[in-house]
């Protein structure tokens, strides 16, 4: 079982045992929901304001529907926790961190000054996506 | 030529340390195989047969002299001396030492090179038309709208893990030089009425065990919104591609199976999402890329006029010549296909030349061609003669592009851990039963591509005849196709019968082309009969000689 969390949040950890997606739906006072790779994270999208952690499980780290999982909540505005959770190796994390993950709770424990190193892997971004960093083209052509 | 500025240098720096560290855990055992593996293999590094062979991006195929040389240094250095270009305009060298290999990506990177995504449940290296940017008949220049793809496509976050390998290619041309039809998703740059330029993309063709021509899917996509459609594409995919079969996982699949409608709804939908996410680099990015392959420096008075009197430069003027757009230019193609020889294959001195040729008669310019050849952009007709000789004493001036001899096969069993039979030695036989040039200019245009197993990588569907090598029962078994084609006139090939041995397969071709010589109308190419007649005249004549010696 999990027993080591990255965390890179300022908040409190949620201490709710994180739900189904089936089960979320029937349960309102629930604000931690687990993600499975085949579960459409766009059905947590009405929830947002009522959830603190959402876990997205990657049973192996090579199924990689998690990522846009990820992308699709912080889109669309979900600001709570994001935790990789399972097979989550040291090569993925820089990957899942530019996809919104901001905590990790990998199956192998991971130390976190090898996540801070993981993390330093790409001095620069081609894409903009949901990490706040500025893609090369915006460098190229400040506004 | 597009060229690096300290971002995209950066960013191919960070993955020569991000690997050497890699390889440097692997080999310290910090890492098993198995984990290591998929990260070699973003890497272009395959563990095969005899050694571990790395595939080297030549984005969208296009390489400077700089380029090319180090591409003959390496095979040198690092290998045996020779190296081999591949049916998605990249190269591979063969025999590559693990420990090797952080050094030859630190060699790439100083010349703006490098293996990234070559490998992998990844978007591929960006493959286009050998000729953008030449052709006479080019609408767009394919190039920009090329690189802005590639540097989109590297390192994506989100799409590193699909489930499975994905490829682009792009076209500017109405002639389609590149296969486009048959990729995961396929860009033709359009004109509509208004004269506007948009991109229409085709998703979900390919070959492997299932091949597909791609549908339609999006019409006219504006170029500005290039990136966006791409990761709605993507993340439809992504998402939804199937994952519990590696044979059912690609996008073709998935548009097959949801059929083409379905898959472009929910792409319009996430279309619409994405376009409000503002992901799409500004116009100024393409204008910037765009100043990167504006044309070259060409003499306005150039003449057109042709001193044709040796019949040998004639000849290959004829077959591997192509008009260029510019008065006075040409387009020459080097085939890498000789008689006997292994197509596609290239020894270091070979390169070198042709990086030399490139810098003094084609503005420092060459592409690679999913053929298996490379083109000179930009030839001044009159060095023709000039270059021709020198490529002749090279052993590179076969004239046979686009006829039987111009054979693109896939390394095979001689290499590859995937392989079911040897693709070589065939490809060698026929190369060799078909070495007469007169021969083979009288069979005229006849592309004959082999597999060595069914991923397809020789592209045997889309031969005009193809060969697929297969595993029976422990022997090398050959099976025929034929009518396959690809281009505006995209189509799959049938397979005629029961398989052959290794000769055999060499007898049966030459039988399909006696039929095709006996059938042929005026101006028919060997696929336009076999459309016509059908394939029993063909199986009639394949399979006769059993049945008659009893």
């Given amino acids: 079982m999990v027993e080591q969390t990255l965390r890179f949040r300022d908040d409190e950890p949620v201490g709710d045992p994180a739900v189904t997606v089936d089960a979320f739906a029937d349960q309102s006072n629930a604000t931690a929901v687990r993600i499975e790779p085949g579960d459409d994270a766009r059905a947590l999208l009405p929830h947002l304001d009522r959830l603190a952690l959402v876990e997205v499980n990657f049973p192996a780290y090579t199924d990689g529907r998690g990522y846009s999982a990820a992308r699709i909540l912080r889109e669309h505005g979900y600001a709570g926790e994001l935790r990789a959770v399972g097979d989550v190796l040291l090569d993925q994390l820089s990957h899942m961190r530019r996809c919104g993950f901001d905590s990790f709770a990998p199956n192998q424990a991971i130390s976190a000054q090898a996540a801070e190193k993981a993390f330093a892997t790409w001095p620069e971004v081609y894409q903009k996506t949901v990490d706040g960093r500025p893609a090369i083209w915006a460098k190229r052509h400040p506004a | ?550």
């Avoid at chain 2, 990249?90 to 090797?100: M, S």
């Avoid at chain 2, 084609?485 to 290794?502: Q, V």
């Fill in chain 2, 1 to 550: 030529m597009y060229q690096y500025d300290q971002y995209d240098q950066a960013m191919v720096d960070a993955r020569v340390a991000e690997f050497r560290d890699q390889v440097e855990r692997r080999l310290a055992g910090d890492i098993s195989e198995d984990q290591f593996k998929p990260l070699r293999l973003k890497n272009g590094l395959y563990l095969q047969l005899h050694a571990y062979m790395l595939r080297v991006a030549i984005p969208y195929g296009t390489l400077s002299s700089r380029q090319m040389r180090m591409l003959g240094d390496i095979a040198d250095k690092y290998d045996r001396g020779y190296g081999h270009f591949t049916t998605r305009q990249n190269i591979q060298y063969n025999w590559i030492k693990l420990q090797d290999a952080p050094d030859i990506l630190a060699d790439l990177a100083s010349v703006e090179m490098h293996a990234i995504q070559t490998s992998g449940n990844c978007i591929r290296n960006t493959t286009s038309d050998q000729f953008a940017g030449a052709a006479a008949d080019e609408l767009v220049d394919p190039r920009p709208y090329a690189e802005l793809l590639r540097q989109w496509s590297t390192f994506h976050p989100e799409f590193d893990y699909l489930p499975r390998k994905f490829k682009i290619a792009i076209i500017g041309s109405e002639t389609d030089r590149a296969a486009m039809k048959l990729h995961d998703i396929g860009i033709q740059l359009v004109q509509n009425d208004a004269g506007e330029i948009g991109c229409k993309f085709y998703v979900g063709g390919g070959m492997g065990r299932t091949p597909m021509i791609a549908p339609v899917i999006g019409d006219f996509v504006p170029p500005l919104q290039m990136i966006s459609y791409l990761e709605a594409c993507l993340r439809v995919y992504n998402r939804y591609g199937r994952r519990d079969n590696k044979y059912k996982a690609r996008i073709k699949i998935l548009v097959h199976e949801i059929g083409a409608d379905e898959y472009r709804r929910q792409v319009e939908e996430e279309f619409k999402h994405i376009l409000t996410l503002g992901l799409e680099p500004p116009a100024a990015e393409l204008e910037r890329i765009k100043g990167f392959f504006e044309q070259p420096g060409f003499d306005a008075n150039a003449s057109d006029e042709l001193d044709l009197s040796d019949p040998d430069f004639a000849l290959w003027v004829d077959q591997n010549v192509h008009a260029h757009k510019q008065p006075g230019y040409a387009i020459v193609n080097i085939s890498l296909k000789p008689v006997g020889g292994i197509p596609g294959d290239a020894t270091a001195d070979q390169i070198r030349l042709m990086a030399d040729l490139a810098l003094e008669h084609s503005f420092d310019e060459l592409r690679v061609t999913h053929a298996q050849n490379i083109v000179l952009p930009h030839v001044k007709k009159a060095d023709l003669y000039g270059l021709w000789q020198k490529l002749d004493e090279a052993g590179l001036a076969s004239a046979n592009l686009d006829l039987i001899g111009d054979i693109i096969a896939c390394p095979g069993l001689d290499y590859c851990a995937l392989a079911n039979a040897r693709s070589i030695p065939v490809a060698q036989k026929i190369s060799e039963r078909f070495a007469d040039l007169g021969r083979q200019r009288e069979l005229g245009e006849l592309k004959l591509k082999i597999s060595g197993c069914i991923n397809a990588c020789g592209h045997h569907h889309a031969g005009h005849i193809g060969i697929l090598g297969v595993d029976r029962k422990g022997v090398e078994n050959y099976q025929l196709l034929l009518g396959g084609c690809e281009g505006a006139d995209t189509s799959l090939g049938t397979i005629t019968g029961p398989g052959f041995n290794e000769d055999g397969i060499v007898d049966a071709v030459e039988k399909a082309t006696d039929v095709y010589l006996a059938k042929r109308a005026e101006g028919e190419r060997f696929v336009d009969t076999f459309r016509r007649i059908g394939m029993a005249p063909f199986k009639e004549a394949i399979y006769a000689k059993e049945t008659a010696n009893g």
